[in-house]
């Protein structure tokens, strides 16, 4: 059974940073082909962060990018968002999600590529 779990949300003041994990359990992160980050704020639909595919190639989406990271961490099994540079527009609950086909710049962004999700973890950006 896959199971994805987020951890390390919290609150931070603007400017400030927070590193998500999404720990793998029932798949590897190293094999799971292609791995996403989304966001759902308040009122709002959910949006694709940032992703990457099996090969390691990275993808944000403009509103994030040059402030976040991220990066398969496989000696823990994980999917970690480094998220810098904070804004209050940020604030959302974060969901991990994983896909059992590839993906490409054109295509990571689409919640139906993605297999299994987790719960989320809520992170909360003040001003």
């Known amino acids: 059974q896959v199971q994805l779990v987020e951890s390390g949300g919290g609150s931070v003041q603007a400017g400030g940073s927070v590193r998500l994990s999404c720990t793998a359990s029932g798949i590897t992160s190293s094999s799971s082909v292609c791995m996403a980050w989304f966001r759902q704020a308040s009122g709002k639909e959910r949006e694709a962060v940032a992703g990457i595919n099996a090969y390691g190639s990275p993808y944000y989406a403009d509103s994030v990018q040059g402030r976040f990271i991220i990066f398969k961490a496989n000696a823990k099994n994980s999917l970690d968002l480094q998220m810098n540079s904070l804004k209050p527009e940020d604030t959302a609950r974060y969901y991990c999600?994983?896909?059992?086909?590839?993906?490409?710049?054109?295509?990571?962004?689409?919640?139906?590529?993605?297999?299994?999700w987790g719960q989320g973890t809520q992170v909360t950006v003040s001003s």
């Open positions: 999600a994983a896909a059992q086909s590839g993906c490409y710049s054109y295509s990571w962004r689409s919640s139906s590529l993605y297999n299994y």
